[in-house]
């Protein structure tokens, strides 16, 4: 009889780079503990992390940190990489691009002046999020407009759902109506028994 892991993900009390994560165990339907660590306990913690940062995934005493490597080793494992090697690079490209979008709201994050804040965001969309959007429809409208690479469910799909999720819950209500087939795609992904069962019981948090 096949030993089953025990993970345990280590994260602070938001989604931020944690939540597609959360949604690739639930969409393999694996169980794990979500390990959420208050702000000031978070010096206690950051040495004994591999990078001194989160989220990191414990695995039976072992460590991995960086959120895509986790990504992309609990989407092997549960297989959402894809059907062949290509679909698993095509994956990778559609994660290092948003990668690029979530880069680029940085200087938004730590703007303090909110008259500067708002400007940088404008920017931030004209340039980055909006162009991102429009490529990532034009791959859904190739594909079949439920996956964004072959034909199952992917790490790819859950990213680019979580990020459209939060902009269109949080951070631009009302923006993916210009992109009639990714609100669509989004949708469809948030409606999937697994992914709507976590949305629901997940905790609410800001970020």
Do not use: C
Request: net charge neutral; hydrophobic share 45%.
């Amino acid at each position: 009889m096949p030993i089953i892991p025990q993970y345990t993900l280590k994260y602070f009390d938001g989604m931020g780079r944690a939540e597609t994560i959360r949604l690739i165990f639930a969409a393999a339907g694996v169980s794990y503990k979500d390990e959420r660590i208050p702000k000031e306990k978070w010096p206690e913690v950051k040495n004994s992390t591999p990078f001194g940062q989160l989220p990191v995934l414990e695995m039976d005493g072992k460590f991995l940190a960086q959120s895509h490597a986790i990504e992309k080793f609990l989407g092997r494992m549960f297989g959402l990489m894809g059907a062949d090697d290509w679909e698993a690079a095509k994956i990778d490209e559609i994660i290092l691009a948003l990668e690029d979008v979530h880069q680029s709201l940085r200087p938004w994050f730590i703007e303090q002046n909110e008259t500067k804040k708002i400007e940088i965001f404008k920017g931030i969309v004209a340039d980055s999020i909006d162009p991102f959007l429009a490529r990532v429809t034009k791959i859904l409208e190739e594909n079949d407009r439920t996956h964004l690479v072959g034909k199952e469910l992917s790490v790819a799909d859950l990213g680019v759902f979580q990020f459209v999720w939060f902009l269109n819950n949080k951070l631009l209500p009302g923006h993916l109506k210009r992109y009639a087939v990714l609100e669509t795609f989004a949708k469809k992904t948030e409606h999937l028994p697994k992914i709507k069962e976590w949305i629901d019981k997940r905790p609410k948090t800001d970020f």
